[in-house]
């Protein structure tokens, strides 16, 4: 799962948290600066005059290609040279930047780190199931809490003073902790694992404003009663069921804003709101450009940062246009979102569920390391690349049982196979769920 943010608490390769929160404070109108410019490009008519506006960075981004040891040498093979990045249409003419690219020289791709102290490396488990270890330095850790600003007025939320912000945690670790938030309205942030016995209570005790969490805590939330109801939800990472969102909204009556993001790139975009238009992410300029008119995602990445971004390829599909969207927004929408997509298994009474639900009995398997395929009612087959064969056994059972608690009453038929890697691979974004006949 793409991590939601890593704000000050910042995955070092120690794997220590950062706590000198107050060192956010100076960092609070460069916050204030990316929402407001986020909020004009989302209304901006003049689409000249935006690209124009986004033109005028790509002079930064050219400084930052000439100081960084892979883009310099890689342009330099291919006969450009950083300077003739002079408009948005010159783009397509510059080599692609892969993932798997990325990954073998996630050391070589940053800029020199004039202040190497507070850089830090995370590591992206991602959907693609390949981990890339990438660069960040402190702006990028506090990023999520700017466009956080935006998204907030965006959905009409309006936050008390010292918000409180809460990441739930549906992940086998349990990890828990509470650390002050001044950069968002001298709020906090509790990461709380649904995991606990206590999770609830800790839920009805925080009273979030704005809660954090991917698909999997979604539903647990859904299960709960007599839960507070933030101003605002949001979720990444993994497809989204509608089915999921009419669940919540039984629950609570806050709005569930799903936004785009990668570890690497930081958010993208985010899902309209508006029920009428579901599937059209609108893209977060001017932090990044996503390149119009191809079939995948392409990403540039506009904002300063230690990890310069030229034409990315994150390996998710999509189609980027010009929008004038009814929810108001104007500026460019991806459609077409794939590379994450959904995935419907049939119970036996015809109820259909959302094979993602069982993302968790993987947890501790590689994305690209199995597959799950459902051929018949209560058939299925498990393809398993790499895995130990002492594995088998425990994971065959998680797997029953999960199956049972979503419907499967009757026997289940489930084959597991070993199989090789390079069988599993279909794609740049493996689906580890299928469903036959």
């Given at each position: 799962m793409t991590e939601v943010f890593s704000a000050d608490l910042r995955v070092a390769p120690r794997a220590n948290l950062r706590r000198d929160t107050s060192s956010q404070r100076p960092f609070i109108p460069w916050a204030e600066s990316i929402s407001a410019d986020l909020g004009h490009f989302a209304a901006e008519p003049d689409e000249a005059a935006a690209r124009a506006a986004l033109e005028a960075r790509l002079g930064a981004l050219g400084a930052a290609l000439r100081e960084s040891p892979y883009h310099a040498a890689t342009l330099r093979e291919a006969g450009f040279h950083p300077g003739d990045l002079q408009s948005l249409d010159d783009l397509r003419h510059f080599p692609f930047l892969d993932r798997e690219t990325l990954a073998s020289h996630w050391s070589d791709v940053p800029t020199p780190m004039a202040d190497a102290d507070a850089c830090v490396v995370v590591k992206s488990s991602g959907s693609t199931g390949t981990p890339v270890n990438v660069v960040r330095d402190r702006r990028d850790c506090l990023h999520m809490w700017a466009v956080l600003r935006f998204l907030v007025a965006r959905a009409g939320a309006v936050l008390p003073p010292r918000p409180r912000v809460v990441l739930l945690d549906a992940l086998p670790g349990g990890l828990e902790y509470s650390v002050r938030l001044p950069i968002l309205l001298d709020g906090a942030l509790h990461r709380i694992s649904v995991l606990r016995d206590d999770a609830a209570e800790r839920l009805r005790r925080v009273r979030p404003a704005v809660l954090f969490s991917d698909p999997e805590g979604?539903?647990?939330?859904?299960?709960?009663?007599?839960?507070?109801?933030?101003?605002?939800?949001?979720?990444?990472?993994?497809?989204?069921?509608?089915?999921?969102?009419?669940?919540?909204?039984?629950?609570?009556?806050?709005?569930?804003?799903?936004?785009?993001?990668?570890?690497?790139?930081?958010?993208?975009?985010?899902?309209?709101?508006?029920?009428?238009?579901?599937?059209?992410?609108?893209?977060?300029?001017?932090?990044?450009?996503?390149?119009?008119?191809?079939?995948?995602?392409?990403?540039?990445?506009?904002?300063?940062?230690?990890?310069?971004?030229?034409?990315?390829?994150?390996?998710?599909?999509?189609?980027?246009?010009?929008?004038?969207?009814?929810?108001?927004?104007?500026?460019?929408?991806?459609?077409?979102?794939?590379?994450?997509?959904a995935c419907r298994f049939v119970t036996p009474t015809g109820r259909e569920v959302d094979a993602w639900a069982l993302a968790w009995v993987f947890k501790h398997h590689a994305l690209r390391a199995f597959r799950l395929t459902q051929t018949g009612v209560s058939h299925f087959r498990l393809e398993l690349a790499g895995a130990p064969a002492s594995s088998e056994a425990p994971l065959r059972e998680r797997l029953t049982a999960a199956l049972r608690n979503l419907g499967w009453t009757a026997r289940i038929e489930l084959d597991v196979q070993a199989v090789e890697a390079a069988t599993l691979v279909t794609g740049t974004k493996h689906q580890p769920f299928r469903r036959r006949g």
């Open positions: 979604l539903r647990w939330l859904a299960t709960q009663r007599d839960v507070p109801t933030p101003r605002l939800v949001l979720t990444s990472a993994q497809h989204l069921p509608s089915g999921l969102r009419a669940e919540l909204a039984g629950v609570m009556a806050a709005p569930v804003l799903n936004y785009y993001a990668t570890t690497e790139t930081g958010p993208l975009a985010w899902e309209c709101l508006r029920e009428s238009a579901p599937g059209r992410f609108h893209v977060l300029a001017p932090d990044v450009w996503l390149e119009p008119g191809l079939e995948e995602v392409v990403v540039t990445r506009l904002r300063p940062s230690v990890l310069p971004l030229l034409r990315y390829r994150p390996g998710d599909a999509g189609t980027v246009r010009r929008d004038a969207c009814p929810c108001g927004f104007q500026g460019w929408t991806l459609e077409h979102f794939g590379g994450r997509g």
